[in-house]
């Protein structure tokens, strides 16, 4: 918001105003009752703001409307003054104002320029339900309670649907003056809140009243150097919690503008429920509740669900840290087809953009991997006939804390401090071999297939492998899964598991390999984290195809190859693929020795996996033009392939040195990183130096 008048009053930005109103909330066709000291209707900022129902309630006097910049003009004008361009905005802006003149001049105090009675105040009241008015604002106050005709017509308003926003008080004690402490009288709560004052800064204002017993009907707004009274050529700045209870008010407004559903009640408590936290942690004698924020208040509050089309609902929240398969790159959040409705506790209707529930997976991280020294243990047995049983475990050894975290969200966040350990029994019978492989702490699965990125997102942490020799020829089967984990939460048991086929042809000059297999994923399909428990899980299954090889071109040059193709589909919740989605993966490289600087060096090509083809579709409610229209349904598609493709070239060194270290150096520049067509490129240096003591 750029506007002058915007500008003039900090409290809007204080609040967050512009956030009701980029819902198109204003405030339109709802009514603020404000008791006071009479309304000019002549003031410039407030013209066409107030109803023609205002009245003056004193006996005998029969002014509703008086000529200068009264208490009651100055407080309407924080409501509602006209977003036109001249002096200030009101919080609704759109709002409509019903003065109720109660002030009378005879004070008992000399301090006090206007005073109301009691008997005048259940006038107001009274007049204020007659007119069906739901927002009774009210700032003004005193000492002391005030009297049993007041209490009964205080319990007609809120049995009527009203609320009360009443001022605590510009007196610096603990606790607010009255009206405002019956907030937490049994007989008005959930209907009577009391607003204490502060400034641009957020701190408590030195002449507010403190929460004290009414802390948990208390919430502090905007009051010091408010702007209002404007005539054109001058404003009034002015102080007093007078000024921060019509912030309040006019918030109330716009939530019941914003969600018609709501009733005053509704509305009071979502204010209270959204309040932004200040002083002490939580509710507290000083700024109860906290501090107004209409950015908080117009986000959706306790569960939230979305209705679908077979009748049922999906609680439309997921678990922090969720994330789709790098695959799919952007698919998910540029896509405007899964726009539908979603209610909140409160029964509010939001517009929403399901897509979101589905964030990008997180960036690669070019963290060199640590070298973490371990001990190994092996037990071989020979057997009858030549064969042999083997043995081996391994375990780290301690080492000092590490400079850098072992571990990030793109490889396998949930190690944490859990140590590195793994275990493998190998038997060995002629042309037959027999392996399974247990490991914890990140330890990663011997079993590798060439060109097979598939099966290396099971993460497996367990896995058993046979083999059948033929001379060059070998033929394999394998299985495997593992368990997620992610930090503070529940371990998901066997979220991932794959299984497949592969033929191997290996000779002099290089080898080749052919996997088939498959892979399951409970949390979704090729990488994804979605928990199991979420409605927005998409468990998949992925059939796969991989080739790979490597060939000696001439003494020291060698190529290497590896690709891998993907069908893959996913049923969840209310999201499901129409069609299988094809993915693909490759890597091309030469690796060559030098003599200069280093021992040997390495070019690489590659592309990781990324979707080539596939969309999925939801039947979704579509967002009604008008509030309480009836919910329609349709189906809706997107395509699962992201805009761009990454392709990374990476030149990688190696260098044994004198004393027995090794360096090693990778130089890495990604082209459309996480395959998004308009990423910047992304650049990394990644060294290593290795020596053993």
């Avoid at 997102?457 to 299985?479: I, K, M, V, W």
Wanted: proline share 5%; net charge negative.
């Amino acid at each position: 918001m750029s506007s002058t008048e915007y500008l003039r009053n900090y409290g809007l930005a204080n609040m967050k105003a512009e956030v009701g109103w980029q819902t198109g909330a204003t405030g339109n066709g709802v009514t603020v009752a404000v008791v006071d000291s009479g309304v000019s209707n002549s003031q410039a900022d407030l013209v066409g703001r107030i109803s023609t129902a205002s009245t003056d309630v004193v006996p005998g006097r029969n002014t509703p409307y008086v000529a200068n910049d009264s208490h009651g003009t100055l407080v309407s004008g924080v409501i509602a003054s006209n977003f036109n361009g001249l002096g200030s905005v009101g919080v609704a802006y759109e709002s409509t104002i019903l003065s109720i003149r109660t002030d009378i001049s005879d004070c008992k105090d000399e301090d006090d320029d206007v005073c109301f009675s009691s008997s005048d105040l259940v006038r107001a009241l009274d007049f204020a339900v007659a007119n069906g008015v739901k927002i009774i604002n009210m700032s003004l106050g005193g000492d002391g309670r005030l009297g049993s005709a007041f209490e009964a017509a205080l319990l007609r308003a809120v049995d009527s649907g009203a609320v009360i926003v009443a001022s605590s008080g510009n007196d610096g004690e603990a606790n607010p003056g009255w009206p405002a402490q019956y907030a937490v009288d049994p007989r008005f709560s959930g209907s009577v809140i009391a607003v204490g004052s502060h400034g641009e800064t957020n701190v408590m204002s030195s002449f507010s009243n403190r929460a004290g017993a009414t802390a948990a009907a208390y919430i502090s707004a905007p009051g010091e150097d408010v702007i209002t009274g404007c005539d054109g050529t001058r404003c009034w700045r002015i102080n007093g919690t007078s000024f921060s209870a019509p912030h309040v008010s006019g918030a109330l407004a716009l939530l019941m503008d914003a969600f018609p559903n709501l009733s005053a009640r509704q509305a009071l408590a979502i204010l209270l429920d959204t309040a932004r936290d200040a002083g002490d942690a939580g509710t507290d004698i000083v700024y109860g509740r906290g501090l107004l924020d209409l950015a908080n208040a117009f986000r959706p509050v306790g569960t939230s669900s979305t209705p679908m089309a077979d009748g049922g609902s999906i609680v439309a929240e997921t678990e922090p840290g969720s994330f789709v398969g790098p695959a799919f790159g952007d698919a998910f959040s540029r896509q405007t087809a899964l726009g539908t409705v979603l209610f909140d506790g409160y029964d509010r209707m939001f517009a929403v953009q399901l897509g979101g529930a589905y964030p990008t997976a997180p960036s690669r991280s070019y963290q060199a991997a640590p070298f973490e020294p371990s001990r190994t243990a092996t037990t071989r047995l020979a057997l009858p006939n030549g064969g042999r049983l083997n043995l081996t475990a391994s375990e780290p050894v301690e080492t000092p804390e590490p400079i850098a975290a072992r571990y990030d969200l793109t490889d396998a966040p949930w190690l944490g401090d859990e140590p590195r350990q793994e275990a493998m029994l190998d038997l060995e019978m002629g042309r037959l071999s027999f392996a399974t492989w247990q490991g914890r702490g990140g330890a990663r699965s011997p079993f590798d297939a060439a060109g097979d990125g598939f099966a290396a997102l099971a993460q497996a942490d367990h896995a058993a492998r046979g083999a059948l020799r033929f001379g060059s020829l070998t033929l394999a089967a394998e299985s495997g899964g593992g368990d997620r984990r992610m930090p503070l939460r529940r371990v998901e048991a066997e979220a991932s598991s794959y299984s497949r086929a592969t033929l191997a042809w290996r000779g002099a000059e290089g080898g080749l390999s052919v996997s088939i297999g498959g892979l399951d994923e409970r949390l979704g399909p090729l990488g994804a984290f979605l928990p199991g428990g979420s409605d927005f899980a998409l468990p998949s299954r992925t059939r796969f195809y991989a080739v790979g090889g490597d060939w000696t071109l001439r003494p020291g040059l060698a190529l290497i190859g590896e690709a891998g193709v993907g069908s893959t589909r996913s049923e969840g919740r209310f999201l499901s693929m129409d069609q299988a989605a094809i993915s693909s993966n490759w890597r091309l490289g030469l690796l060559t020795g030098c003599s200069a600087l280093c021992d040997r060096i390495s070019f690489t090509l590659s592309q990781p996996l990324r979707i080539e083809s596939g969309a999925f579709s939801a039947w979704l409610a579509d967002v009604p033009v008008e509030y309480f229209d009836p919910l329609t349904y349709s189906r809706r598609s997107f395509s699962a392939t992201p805009s761009g493709r990454q392709i990374d070239f990476i030149l990688g060194g190696e260098r044994s040195l004198w004393d027995g270290s090794n360096l090693t150096i990778q130089a890495v520049a990604s082209r459309q990183p996480r395959h998004v067509a308009d990423a910047a490129p992304e650049f990394a240096l990644i060294g290593g130096w290795r020596r053993r003591f």
